[in-house]
T-cell receptor, first 110, second 112 residues
Framework: AQRVTQPEKLLSVFKGAPVELKCNYS??????LFWYVQYSRQRLQLLLR??SRESIKGFTADLNKGETSFHLKKPFAQEEDSAMYYC????????????FGKGTLLTVNP | ETGVTQSPTHLIKTRGQQVTLRCSSQ?????VSWYQQALGQGPQFIFQ???????GRGNFPPRFSGLQFPNYSSELNVNALELDDSALYLC???????????FGPGTRLTVL
């Protein structure tokens, strides 16, 4: 069975500091990995997915199959990055079921 | 383009009752997935519907059931409510061939 682990429940950084939100997964096949974000009083929305290899809002994430990790990084955090971040895995197949981690609440202090 | 909508926003039920939650998918999407999000947890997959048929199910008992209608809207039904069913229920729509899911705002269910 697949599992997604986000080891940090809370992460607090200062504006301008680098930020890294950790995500580890367990799955024997070739999963697709996502980061979803939920800003205060907004709905859950896709931030980025590993297959697109895009940088969204300055965030990047690299899939490391050897370490089974998909950490989210941003070199200079902004106050508007404060939100709940969820890492999610899609195991593929005909039903696109997402397995989510428990989330990391990121607070960027001024 | 209309986003995913859910109703009601929140509701309160008592143990043993039944509840129906509703979801309208985003325009053009043919697939609806339902998730349960307990407090402090990430969303947990309940099931997915495509072309009015269940297309995958998570680890939830049969008292969780669903429907999808020809216009791709969907319902989640929960029978014999238990206290642990108290959670935020999220609906997400997508195209089956593209696994980018668009989430609704959720329905907060409280079971007393």
């Amino acid at each position: 069975a697949q599992r997604v682990t986000q080891p940090e429940k809370l992460l607090s950084v200062f504006k301008g500091a680098p930020v890294e939100l950790k995500c580890n997964y367990s799955y024997s096949g070739s999963p697709e990995l996502f980061w979803y974000v939920q800003y205060s009083r907004q709905r859950l929305q896709l931030l980025l997915r590993h297959i697109s290899r895009e940088s969204i809002k300055g965030f990047t994430a690299d899939l490391n199959k050897g370490e089974t990790s998909f950490h989210l990084k941003k070199p200079f955090a902004q106050e508007e990055d404060s939100a709940m971040y969820y890492c999610a895995l899609d195991s593929g197949g005909s039903n696109y079921k997402l397995t989510f981690g428990k989330g990391t609440l990121l607070t960027v202090n001024p | 383009e209309t986003g995913v909508t859910q109703s009601p926003t929140h509701l309160i039920k008592t143990r043993g009752q039944q509840v129906t939650l509703r979801c309208s998918s985003q325009s053009g999407h043919n697939t609806v997935s339902w998730y349960q999000q307990a407090l402090g947890q990430g969303p947990q997959f309940i099931f997915q519907y495509y072309r009015e048929e269940e297309n995958g199910r998570g680890n939830f008992p049969p008292r969780f059931s669903g429907l999808q209608f020809p216009n791709y809207s969907s319902e989640l039904n929960v029978n014999a409510l238990e206290l642990d069913d108290s959670a935020l229920y999220l609906c997400a729509s997508s195209l089956l061939q593209n696994n980018e899911q668009f989430f609704g705002p959720g329905t907060r269910l409280t079971v007393l």
